[in-house]
């Protein structure tokens, strides 16, 4: 009996078994953005608004995720996350995220990047700010030259 009440604990979406939702070919990018955004073990996302599949996707990383019935109201501890698309035609599709006061964005065709990030930091701190600077100017790798090579002498 007690392993039930803390399994409901655990849980704070619907006890309903569901089958496991391929998300669009687009979702792991917008997650592994969202990751380098938002730290997925210190961060709990209240999912009010997503493609089927992306909240699985979210709970794969580490967030912690309230959906369904729970995502009404937002719980002080989370952020709100909205995933829109939109249709842009010629097969492309924008996707849209947002999350809190911030919004990212980029456009796709058949599951892959056609565009960069565009990022609404409204309100965001400036350790975001940076962060959003490190996607969007990558750091170059830079190419070292190989060791020198010690001189063997024969005798």
């Given at each position: 009996?007690?392993a039930?009440?803390?399994?409901?604990?655990?849980?704070?979406?619907?006890?309903?078994?569901?089958?496991?939702?391929?998300?669009?070919?687009?979702?792991?990018?917008?997650?592994?953005?969202?990751?380098?955004l938002y730290?997925?073990?210190?961060?709990?996302?209240?999912?009010?608004?997503?493609?089927?599949?992306?909240?699985?996707?979210?709970?794969l990383?580490?967030?912690?995720?309230?959906e369904?019935?729970?995502?009404?109201?937002?719980?002080?501890?989370?952020?709100?996350?909205v995933?829109?698309?939109r249709?842009?035609?010629?097969?492309?599709?924008?996707?849209?995220?947002?999350?809190?006061?911030?919004?990212l964005?980029?456009?796709?065709q058949?599951?892959?990047?056609?565009?960069?990030?565009?990022?609404?930091?409204?309100?965001?701190s400036?350790?975001?700010?940076?962060?959003?600077?490190?996607?969007?100017?990558?750091?170059r790798?830079?190419?070292?030259?190989?060791?020198?090579?010690?001189?063997?002498?024969?005798?």
């Amino acid at each position: 009996m007690s392993a039930a009440i803390l399994a409901g604990c655990a849980s704070e979406t619907s006890m309903t078994p569901q089958a496991a939702v391929s998300p669009p070919g687009w979702g792991q990018n917008v997650v592994a953005a969202l990751a380098m955004l938002y730290p997925p073990a210190q961060t709990k996302l209240n999912v009010v608004k997503a493609p089927p599949g992306v909240s699985d996707l979210l709970r794969l990383v580490g967030y912690g995720v309230v959906e369904g019935k729970a995502a009404g109201n937002t719980p002080p501890d989370s952020l709100r996350l909205v995933v829109q698309t939109r249709d842009l035609g010629d097969g492309r599709v924008a996707v849209i995220a947002h999350v809190g006061r911030q919004t990212l964005s980029r456009a796709y065709q058949n599951g892959q990047a056609v565009s960069g990030w565009s990022f609404d930091l409204t309100g965001a701190s400036e350790s975001m700010k940076a962060r959003v600077s490190l996607i969007q100017n990558p750091p170059r790798r830079v190419l070292l030259p190989p060791p020198p090579q010690s001189e063997v002498t024969q005798r």
